[in-house]
C-alpha cells in the first residue's frame, strides 16, 4: 500500500469543465471520502484515478510511482487500483470464487488467498462457489471488495459502493468495508454524497463543490471548522444566524442572546454557524442555570417536531424576532408543539463574514 | 490532448465505424435500386407501366389481403393470448406451447398442406385464413409476454377504484397491451407484404407473385421493377408506423417482472367454448399441414425416398445456411457494437439502415441483387457469394438483434472492472466479454442458419443453376403436382426450423422482435 497524490487534475467533457484543479492528498493506508452532490465530479475523479479515463492536465503519483503526467498514461491493467463500482460489477458469468480471484496470476488462483480475502470481507467460505445473482446486495459489495482486495491493490478505490442498498444493510455493509479496508491497511478513496458516511467511516473527508475541492480535512474538524456556510450547511444541519461582533471581539450579538466565538473579529456584521445539537431548551418555569451570567436566555415557541426516537429535531421560533433555528434534543422527552421554552448555547461558535 | 487512453479509444472506433457504415450500405443496396430505378425511369414511363387494369388488381388483393391478415391475426392472437395468460382454461402451459408452434411450418408449406387435400382453398377466402394461421403467433408471443408482464398492481388499483372486471380490461389493460399488440400486426403485415410461396400456391396473385411471374415469364425488367416500387412503397407505410411505435415503446426493465401473478377470469360456461375454439384454431394451424404431409409421405402415388437427392438438397441447404449465418452474425457485430457502445445518431442510424432491408420483401432484395449483379458486378452473378449477400441483408435485423442483446449483457463498466484486476485489452475480450456475448451471438447465427433453410423466394431467383435446396426441390415438385414428392422435403424443412422457432418465440416473448 503507497500514499496517493494528485495536484492540479482538470478535465471537462465537450468543453465544460467538470474538475478544475483538483489537489489531494491521501495518506498511506487512511480512507479518503470524497463528498459531494450529485453532478460535482466525484466519480470522474474516481475514474481518473483508476486510469479509465484521461484528464486534461495534471500529476497523479502512487507513493512514488507517477501513473499520470503530461507525458505519461498508465493504463488502467498497469495502475495496480482495486475499483469497487457502484452496482458491485460482478461478472455475471463467474461464480464468487472466480470472481475474486479474477485479478490474480493464474498459479495462485487455487492458492489460499481466496480464504483470507473472504474472510477479511467477513464472508463465510461456503459463499465461495454461488452465484452473483445467488447473493444478497450487500454480500454483492463484500465480494467486490473481496476482488478488488485480492491482487494486493496500492489503492483501493470505491464509487458509492453503498447507495444501492437500503437503510439497514447501507452501514452495516459500511462498517463492514472499512473494517476489512483497515484490516488489509488499504490506501482507499471512497466516492459518496452521503454525509453521515462520508464522516463516520472515514479518516478525511474531501469536500468536493463545482469540480473543485473546497475543503479537505478530518471529519471532526470539517463538522466543526468548516470553511464557509456552504460547506457548515453541507456536511450538517446547522442554523445560520445574523449577528454583530461586540466592542470586546470576541463575542457576538444575535437573536440567541450574546455569544462566544471560537476565533475573535473585528467588530461589524457576521453570520454564526450553530449547530443543532448546541442549543439546549430549559423550560420556560424554570430560571436558565447554565446561561452566560447577566445575559437574559432567549424565549422561543416550539414550532415543530420531528421524531426520530432516539432524539428528535426541534424547530423554534425566536421572540421578539422570529428568528428560525432548529434544536437537536435527546428523544427521552421532547418538547410539545406550541411551548414556550428558554435557549442557550453550549460551547463556542464559529463566525463567518456576513454575506 | 494526446493521452494514450484517447488515442487507444480512438483506434479502435474508426475501422469499427467504417465497417458499421459499410454493412449499412450492403443493407441499403436494395432500396437504393429501387429508388434509383423509379427516378431514372421517369414519371411518365413509370405511370405507363403502372396504370394498367392488372395493377389495379394486384393494388386491391395485396390490400385486402394484408387489411384482413392483420385484422384476423390482431384478434386471433391477443384472444389466444388472453385465453391462455388470464383465464382458467384448462392445460393451459400446452395451449402456450402449441400456439406458438406455427411459426416452425413455412407459410408456403401449410399452403402446400392444404391445397394437396382441396382446392377450395384457392382464392381470397382461402388465402387469408392460411396465412393468418401462420402468422397469427407474430401477434400472440408478444402480446402474451406483455400480459405476463403487466404489474397486475394496476388492475387492482382500477377495481379498487370500484370498475369492473371487464370494464378494467377494456379500460386498462387492453391499452397497455397497444405496443405489443401493434407492434406484432406490423410484423404480420410486412410478412405478408412479402410472402410468395403459399399466395402463388393458393393463385391468389400479390404484388410478390406478380413481381416473380413478370420476371420468370419474360425476364421483363422494367414492369417487374415498377411493381416492385410500388410494393416498397407499401412496406414504407407499415415501417414508418413500426418504427414510430418502437421508438415511444418502453422497454421493460431486467427482473421487473411481476412478482404476483395476475388475477385470473374465471371462465365458467365459457370454458367449453373457449377450449373447442384453441382446439379447433390448433387443428387448423398444426393438425391440418401435419396431416396432410404424414398422409402423402405415406399413402401418396408418387412418394419416393430418393435418398440422394435428398441427402444432396439438404447438404446444399445446411452448408448455404452455415455460411450465411457465419457471415450474417459478422456483419452484425459492428453494427450492433455501434448501436450499444456508440449509440447517438451514428449508432441508430446505421442499425435503422439494416432494418429497413427487413421490411422489403425478398422478392425485392433478389431482384435488386440481380439487376445490380448482371450491371455492375457481373463475375458474382449466378454464384453463391450473391446468393449468401442476399441473405445476410435479408436477415441481418434478426442478427443484430440478437447481438445487441448480448452486447447489452456485457456493459463497458466490467471491462473497466478487468482493467483495473490488471487484465489487458486482449484478456479482458477472453476473460469478461466473449464469455458474456457468446450465448447471444450463437442464438444469432442460428436463427439466421433457421431463417436461410426456409427461404423460398430469394432462394428461386438467385440461386446458381443446378443448386438444389430443399425450398427448390420442394417447389418445383409442387409446382408440378407431385405432392407426395414434395412431402419429405417439406417435413425436412420443419424439423430443421423447430429449433429456431423455440429462439424466435423466445425473443418475441422478450419484446424485442425479429
Redesign the interface.
Known sequence: MTSLTMTGVRKGFAGVPVLCGVDLDVPQGSITAVLGPSGCGKTTLL?IL???????AGRIAFGDTVVVSDHR?V?????????V?QEG?L???LDVAANVT??LPRRARRGDRLGAVLDLVELPRALAARRPHELSGGQQQRVALA??LA?GPAVV?LDEPFSSLDAGLRSATGRAITRALRAASATAVLVTHDQDEALSLADQVAVMRDGTLAQVARPVDLYHAPVDTAVATFVGGATLLPATVTRSGDTARSALGELQMVDPLPPGPVSLLVRPEQIELVAAATPATNGRPGVEPAVARVSEVCFYGHDAAVHLIVAPSGTQVVARVLGVDPPEVGAEVHLAVRGCVRAYAAS | ?S????R?RHASGVPVLLAGIAVAALALVPLGFVVVYTVAIGPSEGWELLVRPRIGELVANTTKLVAGGIALCLVVGTGCAFLVERTDLPMRRVWYALLAAPLAIPAFVNGFGWISLTHRVEGFAGALMIVTLSYFPLVYLPVAASLRQLDPALEEAAFALGRSPLRTVLTVVLPQLRPAALGGSLLVGLHLLAEFGALQMLRFPTFTTAIYDQYRSSFNGPAANMIASVLVLFCLVLLLGELRLRGSRRYARVGAGAARSAAQHQLGRWRVPALLGVCGLAVLALGVPAYSLVRWLVVGSSTEFPITELALATATSVSLAGVAAVVTTLLALPVAWLAVRRGGVVGTALERGTYLANALPGIVVALAFVTVAVRYVQPVYQTHVLLVAAYAVLFLPRAVVSVRAALE?A?P??E?????????PLATAR??TL??ILPGVGAGAALVFLAVVTELTATLLLSPLGTSTLATEFWSRTSSVAYGAAAPYALLMIVLSVPATLLLGRQLRKGLGP
Open positions: 475514474r483508476a486510469g479509465f479515463l484521461a484528464p486534461d498514461h493504463p488502467p491493467q498497469l495502475r495496480r487500483v482495486g475499483y463500482p460489477a461478472f455475471p458469468h479474477f485479478g476482488r478488488a491482487p478505490l | 490532448m493521452s494514450a487512453g484517447r487507444r449483457q456493459p463498466l466490467l473497466d472492472v478487468a482493467g483495473s484486476l490488471g487484465s489487458g476473460r469478461v464469455p458474456l
